[in-house]
């Protein structure tokens, strides 16, 4: 039972990175969780899907850049050190 | 290439010579060295008492009867400690500012403001919480009581130390059984805080995605994750003195008291117009609310057992 807190970092990455992935156009938008369709009015209940798809939303907007550079020094890393 | 090698290897030997011929340097006092900073004013002195005392400055190491003394009492070196602690002063005020910014200090002090009765009364409280009637965090002034005060707000001392327990505890049963090696102590840290991490970060995510609005800050999050581990410790030595049959004995008691201890303590927390009340509601929202509840309370038992039972055979 390896589960150390490396892994749970590279687990991190690999889950933001694929966050990051999710194509708006193509995918998102054929699913119903395009960005500019989860105005739901001003209700009380946000509801967990308009929760989601604002969580998808604000990761893919502020993580572009720093995963940019979490990568670039991951790749040079691993090449380097396996 | 080796003929070129000794010759390298013995040209930076001859050129390390002039360095170690500096030893023998008080047949020249007081003149100027260019490797040296200060004025050599020691030898001066020397030359005037005629005591024997090395001459000091950078780059002369001190030869005399008491070289600790000479070397503390020159005035280069009081120079280079009052230089160091003042970079050691200015480094720390660095730390502190930027401390500051990451997570205030001053809030992770009411978790260690805990006193011995209090201590001992929680650890009952984690074992046996059937009889405990009032839940509710006393508040004093629109802030939670210092723990010291109220046996129901949460601190960080009770899991820190059980946790650095539970890896000890781990490597004790591990060399028990002839398993031990040192990096196996840093794998069970390591492997239980990551997933003290994963739960905090599946806690946090189900309670923005179910959008509850809570006073449950993260550290008090923290803290009430750690309490699992008092029950894992207190498992894994009755496994070690009674074998399997204490271990599960032990463990079942802690399981069903952490449980019963998660739901009574997150009942206040997430659903709180419900709990006020007193009463179960049906509503769908707090059905959401109490299912979370009850999966957190739940996965308690499956960690503890998860965490341990590999350290008992």
Redesign the interface.
Known sequence: ????????LQAALLCVNAIAVLHEERFLKNIGWGTDQGIGGFGE??G?KS??MN?IRSVRTVMRVPLIIVNSIVIVLLLLFG | MHPTGLAAAGSSGTTRQPAKRRIPVGSQPGMADPHQLFDDTSSAQSRAYGTPRAPSGLGYPAASASPQAAFLADPVSNMAMAYGSSLAAQGKELVDKNMDRFFSVSKLKYYFAVDTMYVGRKLGLLVFPYLHQDWEVQYQQDTPVAPRFDINAPDLYIPAMAFITYVLVAGLALGTQDRFSPDLLG?QA??A???L??EVLVILLSL????INTDLTTIDLVAFLGYKYVGMIGGVLMGLLFGKIGYYLVLGWCCLSIFVFMIRTLRLKILAEAAAEGVPVRGA?NQLRMYLTMAVAAAQPLLMY?LTF?LVR
């Open positions: 039972m390896a589960f150390t807190l490396y892994s749970l209940e946000p967990i929760q989601l969580l | 794998l390591s492997s805080l990551a997933w991490t994963l923005y995605l179910v959008t929202r998860w590999h």
